[in-house]
């Protein structure tokens, strides 16, 4: 069952973060009502989370396609969660004002609250401040009722960090740590647009990472052996991209297979999906927050 679904709807990026594992070998987005017809195929599957992902998923027509894809799923299919992974940089709070109510999570990409080291991983434009963007992003959250979440990759150039006191600050629903993973043909390998290898730690040093925060309430670690199969991936062509072999091999696309022969090929490890906390409260209509 496709409980929950992570859609990468275009690889396009305005970052170029060195350990990106879903990296832009094309353009393509599948027309707005294709979208729409998988997701509702999914929905009749067993569906009930979606996370809009990418590359980035401002990009497509200033945050409108994915803010329309928002608004059906929560609108039409009714799920019991419709959430967001962004960088954060293209939001507007005129998007938050059209399609704020049909959002139960966005989640931000913040991996230091060091402007250099940001700056070191790829993440970031210029001089824009992609802290600064941070604290903004949770104020417009706050205001329109969506719930703040944090993801942080932690890599070679962050990993003696102490980000007790700013995560504190922000006060998201969930902080998902993750260890930098190597995927062949994506971020290492001959094939590959990004060269990983010079941000990965070891086992040890992520635990180390994970010590140093212990305190955090919020705190949701997970380790290469966690995150490698356990999540549901579906790529800009609506296949599921099966990663048990160390790189991504798509299924054919629901669209001409249906969910129940694609996911077949998934690689999707249920137990793990579990046992790292996939399941959790993620309605904001669920979440007792003071908006």
């Known amino acids: 069952t496709p409980t929950s679904v992570n859609y990468h709807f275009t ?20 027309p707005l009502e294709e979208a729409k017809r998988g997701l509702k195929m999914l929905k009749e599957a067993g569906m009930e989370k979606i996370n809009f992902s990418g590359g980035e998923p401002f990009l497509q027509d200033r945050g409108e396609f994915v803010g329309k894809l928002v608004q059906f799923c929560k609108q039409e299919l009714k799920l019991p969660s419709v959430s967001i992974v962004s960088n954060g940089s293209l939001i507007r709070e005129q998007w938050f004002k059209k ?22 991983i790829g993440r970031g434009q210029g001089t824009r401040s992609h802290v600064g ?3 903004r992003l949770r104020r417009w959250c ?17 990993v003696e960090e102490d980000m007790n006191q700013q995560i504190q600050a922000l006060n998201p629903v969930r902080w998902k740590v993750f260890q930098c993973l190597l995927i062949e043909g994506e971020n290492c390998g001959e094939d590959a647009l990004r060269e990983a290898e010079k941000f990965v730690i070891s086992d040890e040093e992520f635990e180390q990472f994970l010590a140093r ?5 919020c705190l949701v670690p997970e380790s290469n052996q966690k ?10 062509y609506m296949r599921f991209l099966n990663c048990q072999k160390g790189r991504k091999e798509p299924s054919r696309s629901i669209l ?19 046992k790292r906390g996939g399941k959790y409260v993620w309605s904001k209509a669920d979440m007792k927050l003071d908006w």
């Open 11 to 30: 690889r396009q990026c305005n970052y170029k973060c060195g350990f990106c594992f879903h990296t832009a070998k094309t353009s393509f987005v599948l």
């Open 99 to 120: 399609y704020g109510e049909y959002l139960d999570i966005l989640a931000i990409s913040c991996d230091s609250f060091v402007e250099e080291v940001n700056a070191l």
């Open 133 to 135: 963007n941070l604290q």
């Open 142 to 158: 706050r205001d329109y009722a969506v719930a703040f979440k944090l993801n942080s990759v932690i890599n070679r150039f962050n």
């Open 213 to 217: 925060h212990k305190d955090i309430s």
């Open 227 to 236: 995150m490698k199969d356990s999540y549901l991936i579906l790529d800009e």
């Open 256 to 274: 001409d297979v249906g969910v129940e022969a694609a996911i077949k090929h998934s690689g999707f490890d249920e137990k793990m999906f579990l």
